[in-house]
């Protein structure tokens, strides 16, 4: 079963329900705008919230993010595919995560040839057993094999404990 809710005109989700979990993807812009509360029937239920395609978060947005997730204290929550910008709040306001665990993560890379840019999906149960992060990778667009990870590997997993 799908379902989507508009939201407003720049931020909405999709929830679809399989196995016994609600799989919710989130798509837009979080901002002060957006509105939880219709997903807050859903507490105590197995819940995944798919942060890939969250174009951008701001502070407004952090702040009823946060809210939301006290809300679901002691919902068995999951994060899958966070994308760098949902990770860097993840590092910077733990509360971001509430009692959620962190599935899967992208990061990124950037090409030394062409500036193209493209992301890697990275399990964290692999990342904690011990799986090597390359720091480059081949280009898919120009087939490069300078594509550099950007920034530092630790940046995009401080939030593993
Ligand atoms: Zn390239």
Redo the contacts with the bound molecule.
């Keep these: 079963m799908n379902t989507a809710e508009l939201l407003n005109d720049h931020f909405r989700f999709e929830v679809s329900t399989a196995e016994n979990r609600s799989h919710i993807k989130l798509i837009g812009i979080i901002d002060e705008n957006a509105d939880f509360s219709s997903l807050l029937k859903l507490k105590g239920q197995n819940i995944s919230f798919d942060f890939k395609d969250v174009s951008s978060i701001n502070s407004c947005g952090i702040r009823t993010w946060v809210n939301f997730m006290k809300e679901l204290i002691g919902t068995p929550i999951e994060f899958v595919e966070c994308p760098p910008l949902v990770v860097r709040q993840m590092n910077m306001v733990p509360s971001f995560l509430g009692s959620a665990i962190v599935t899967s993560v992208y990061i990124p890379y950037v090409?030394?040839?062409?500036?193209?840019e493209q992301q890697q999906k990275i399990s964290i149960k692999d990342y904690k057993s011990g799986l090597k992060i390359a720091q480059t990778i081949t280009?898919?667009?120009?087939?490069?094999n300078?594509?550099e990870l950007d920034g530092n590997v630790k940046q995009y997993f401080a939030f593993v404990k």
């Excluded at 090409?111 to 193209?116: A, G, P, Q």
């Excluded at 280009?139 to 490069?144: A, D, F, H, L, V």
């Design positions: 090409c030394d040839e062409c500036d193209h280009c898919e667009k120009c087939s490069s300078t594509m």
